[in-house]
């Protein structure tokens, strides 16, 4: 039997809580793991935790640390058991020869952000 939304995944913002829903399982999200995964899921390439450092900083106007991303991956995915069902990891490997872990959005979804229209999805 399939799972009657299992290609979507839902990311919102209702009233003043934050939240992410897959296969019809809703999650509140702290602001931070909101802001960091929302340029992880619309984006179509692997990020990097710099490239998503920056996009939070482009997108909200505010810095989050790699070791600040690095934690709300590990904290949410214990906190959310469908995250590695939605986000496929990567690695790569700098100019400097490190290794680097990177995340997008599961190729085989599709993404969907949902908020009130007279609210700003991105201000407190």
Known sequence: MEDKYINGVLLGKDENEFFIKYNDLPTPLHR??????????TSSKYLSNEEIEEQVYSIFGEMLSGDNIRQIFSRRNKRIPFLEHIIEEGTVQSESGRIKSTRRLNPKLSFTIIYRADENLFLS
Request: proline residues 10%.
């Open 32 to 41: 931070a793991a909101f802001m960091v995964l929302y340029p992880v899921l």
